[in-house]
């Protein structure tokens, strides 16, 4: 049988030698490497996981159910599509025989008795250097740049059909080896064969519209579970605060106006004040919001409050270095202050983007009825947007605390912010229902005939300005 084999590749030598014109010296043989033994073999050869990539061919022409990789099962000028990668091997002998089939041989005519080649033999034109049998294939090394619509050529130069046509329909989707993005704001890159997407913390993800339909209908919902609050508030006697702070045009009027709506106002009041008086600035400074704090059964709505100080004042330069820094220290013990003395304390952060701000600053230019609400101040501090922030962490850092927490409204989207503020206010209390039976209005007197109204021309009545 070795008889047999060596004649026929004389024979084959012999007709490669006529056709290419190359002398049988100059062209390595495979046979001509150290033989090694079965043992030798399986300690030296890595372990490829299942659908792992080698060097230079993409994830996709690696069949994870095949014992043999087509890649090395497939000799020069063979295309992977020769090669069954789904057929079972009869003995490991058979396996080796095949992949050290030279150039147009194919496994029969390799002699059983030739040097095993280990599954990391350098391939034509690589010297055995340039492979290291111990180092760990990652998927992240798979497919260079711009290599997902090549993936699926084999050592020729040949691609398979359906390979190249899901490679490149992988690369017109915009993603690579390193990165795809996601909602344009975050992106990733392949490690380890799972992506890893980076997200800003900071951009806003309550950015889904909300239909006029969807908004009307919840908005008149919470209204009435707002009226149901402010009946237990009052007969509880409860005292609530509620401060509403954050980046200029970022809906916190609007939020106000929406609970507000529907209540009482004679027990939810809404506090707005504006720059402190001369006298004002020789008080001590918590002193100016003392008043308007509630008494037993009330609700207070603070549009904007003593945070000033954190925010604007400390970022225009309104107050020293040292009346910032105590006011640091001062208004969380302010805070706990009321609290033990049983005001119930809730603080929202309205937050929205430099991009959502500077459209809205916009829509005020452009509408008359809002050009009122874009102060000169806030034309001043579209340009210190980051000292804003900066002040913003600070104030955080110093004021969150446990008896009176910041809670963060993303307002993106101005009707998705108010009914979330709606909801989380009616979450902060176990209220009852508390509302009043409706009452039946009894039947009206008869009218007396000993009245006389005056004269109409007498009185001075507008005019109908309202077109019929």
Partial sequence: MAKKSSKSKSSKSKS???KSGKSQSSKPAKSARPAKSAAAVKAAEPVVPAGAARPGVSAESVESAAPVESAHAAGPGESAESVDPAEPVESAEAVESAK???PGESAESVDPAEPVESAEAPGPGESAESVDPVEPIELAEAAGPGDPAESGKSESGKSESSKSKSSKSKSKSGKSKSGSSVGGRSNGQLVGGSVHVH???DAP??????????????LARLDIELVKLQEWIRAQQLKVVLLFEGRDAAGKGGSIKRITESLNPRFARVVA??????????????QRYVPYLPAAGEMVLFDRSWYNRAGVERVMSFCTDQEYQDFLRTAPEFERMLVRSGITVIKYWFSVSDTEQERRFESRLADPTKQWKLSP??????AKWEEYSKAKDLMFAATDIPEAPWWV???????????NVMHHLLSQFRYEDLTPPAQELPPRPPVSHDYVRPPKDSQHIIPDAVPA
């Avoid at 993800?205 to 919840?218: I, L, Q, S, W």
């Avoid at 101040?377 to 579209?382: A, I, K």
């Avoid at 409204?409 to 009914?419: C, F, G, T, W």
């Fill in 16 to 18: 490669s030698k006529s």
């Fill in 100 to 102: 050290a089939a030279g």
């Fill in 199 to 201: 997200v800003d913390p």
């Fill in 205 to 218: 993800t309550a950015t889904a519209k909300v239909p006029g339909k969807v908004y009307d209908k919840e």
């Fill in 273 to 286: 004040l504006g720059a402190p008086t001369e006298r004002e600035k020789t008080q001590w400074y918590f």
């Fill in 377 to 382: 101040m806030d034309l001043e501090s579209r």
């Fill in 409 to 419: 409204v993303e307002a993106e989207v101005k009707k998705r912010a108010r009914l």
